[in-house]
């Protein structure tokens, strides 16, 4: 762990494994509740200084983190594929992804801008200026292990704020990966933590209730993330959500049914499915569903499952035996309601797969509205195929989800893509478009899938405090 510029060791820790593997890659020391309220403190004493420094200084030390980061690009992506399992390309991509946040938020560091607002009184003169909120409480999952930190760490610092974060327990070294680069930056100690555990819940616990604690930031699930949100209420700490997802991928009838296809299967299977944008109900129209089908069933045998560092292997394993678990749940339970299974189904234990957590790669079509996998978050390499005949249907079906994270839409006709594009329930919609994420772009759901955004110009503003000052002259 890392608190008040000081790596802590203890006797209390826990392993990490690679999940393609079973083996143990590492130990990582066992936090607890006290080493959440330290960690807190140290950012809180880190705290005015850190605000205090101009906009150019705190913009130096993240450019340099992305510099270390570009430096460190392949070690760092190796890392992730032992530790997470994705193939090391995607890795690579996602290393890629984790700098540019980075980067940007340098760049938004020096835009923080405030304003003046013309009174009616003729004496009056009001000065808007924003400040960073405080100390923030960061917690963030396992499926981006790096990417996820620095889309937080990136604005927050840049704002002002000092932060305490926990990681995932399956995905602690890159963690600590990310902050060995803060360090190496020269940030000034304390004003970025970590606080490493195998049991969330106390960590969590500390992060809501201690009053220093002004922001909390979280991406996980959304059971979670309600949880977490709800302890935060008393105080009234300010919470960004970025929580679970059931995405549509809507094909309509003009649409080219094997670029859609290709679409599909480049991004259902994108971490094996462990995206919360990734498509989990794919809505086909019936006119062009053959086609469509053929294409997607052809693509998905082409998709091998292995260890990361192989690179044939485009697909890795899940993280955990919970997640084979809950994925093979919702396809036997789709089968025993009538879906077709075109490929996959089961889990892959052969040639070497035996101690990791594969699943092969799964087409299921003719999934109703009765499915597990049509009401649930899948987060695993199964694409689940809606026939659909009416575009007004299509569209009631796609957002009658609790959830409203990412949509996907597929058509060659501008008004529909439009009328789509505004009627569907989603923060992030890709048109013919299966990558609609960036830095640059603002990421967040609607409805239960979160609160807030993350990058963007507006990802700095969940950092921010806006302060009135009126003035008489
Ligand atoms: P998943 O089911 O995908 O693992 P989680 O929401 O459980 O998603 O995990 C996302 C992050 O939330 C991880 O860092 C995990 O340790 C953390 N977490 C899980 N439960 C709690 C909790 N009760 N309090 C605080 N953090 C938690």
């Known amino acids: 762990m890392y608190i008040d510029g000081e790596w802590l060791t203890s006797d209390s820790q826990f392993s990490v494994s690679n999940p393609a593997t079973g083996e143990i890659i590492g130990h990582v020391v066992d936090g607890d509740a006290t080493h959440a309220k330290s960690a807190i403190e140290a950012a809180s004493r880190a705290l005015p200084e850190w605000a205090a420094q101009t906009a150019y200084a705190r913009s130096a030390h993240l450019y340099r983190a992305h510099q270390l980061m570009q430096e460190q690009h392949a070690q760092l992506a190796e890392l992730m594929t032992r530790e997470q399992g994705k193939p090391l390309k995607a890795a690579m991509n996602e290393v890629k992804y984790a700098a540019d946040f980075l ?8 835009r923080i801008y405030g304003e003046t607002i013309p009174s009616a009184r003729a004496d009056q003169r009001f000065i808007v200026q924003k400040q960073p909120v405080g100390v923030v409480a960061a917690v963030t999952p396992w499926n981006y292990p790096i990417s996820m930190l620095t889309r937080k760490l990136g604005p927050a610092l840049a704002a002002g704020c000092s932060v305490v974060l926990k990681p995932a327990e399956s995905t602690p070294l890159c963690a600590i990966a990310v902050f060995k680069i803060l360090e190496e930056a020269g940030l000034p100690a304390g004003v970025a933590n970590l606080v490493t555990s195998n049991n969330p819940k106390p960590i969590g ?10 922001k909390l930031t979280f991406t996980g699930s959304t059971a979670v993330g309600k949880q977490l949100a709800t302890a935060c209420a008393p105080q009234l ?4 959500m970025e929580l679970g997802g059931h995405a549509p991928f809507i094909v309509f009838e003009d649409a080219d049914p ?6 599909a299967a480049l991004v259902k299977f994108l971490n094996t499915g462990q995206a919360c944008i990734s498509p989990n109900r794919i809505f086909v129209h019936r006119s062009i569903i053959e086609p469509f089908l053929a294409t997607l069933t052809s693509r998905v045998a082409t998709l091998q499952a292995g260890d990361g560092f192989n690179p044939a292997n485009s697909i890795g394993p899940l993280i955990n035996e919970a997640a084979i678990a809950k994925v093979d749940r919702q396809v036997q339970d789709a089968v025993a309601r009538g879906a077709a299974l075109l490929a996959g189904g089961s889990r892959l234990t052969d040639n070497g797969l035996e101690n990791g957590c594969f699943y092969g790669a799964t087409l299921l079509s003719n999934v109703t509205p009765d499915m597990l996998i049509y009401q649930e978050e899948t987060f695993g390499p199964v694409a689940a195929v809606v026939p659909f005949d009416d575009e007004d249907d ?21 008004s529909r893509a439009y009328h789509a594009f505004e009627q569907l329930h989603f923060g992030i919609i890709g048109i013919n478009d299966i990558n609609p994420t960036s830095a640059a772009a603002p990421f967040g759901g609607m409805k239960e899938s ?12 969940e950092y921010l405090e806006t302060k009135l000052g009126g003035l008489s002259i």
Not at 103 to 110: G, N, P, R, S, V
């Open 258 to 263: 094997v670029h859609a296809a290709k679409g």
């Open 103 to 110: 980067l940007w938020f340098a760049e938004e560091a020096k």
């Open 450 to 461: 979160g609160l807030g955004r993350e990058g963007a110009r507006e990802g700095i503003e």
């Open 205 to 214: 616990d500390v992060f809501c209730t201690h009053p220093a604690v002004r």
């Open 394 to 414: 299509v569209i009631a079906m796609a957002n009658d989800t609790t959830y409203g994270l990412a949509a996907y839409i597929y058509t060659q006709n501008l």
């Open 237 to 240: 700490k300010r919470v960004s």
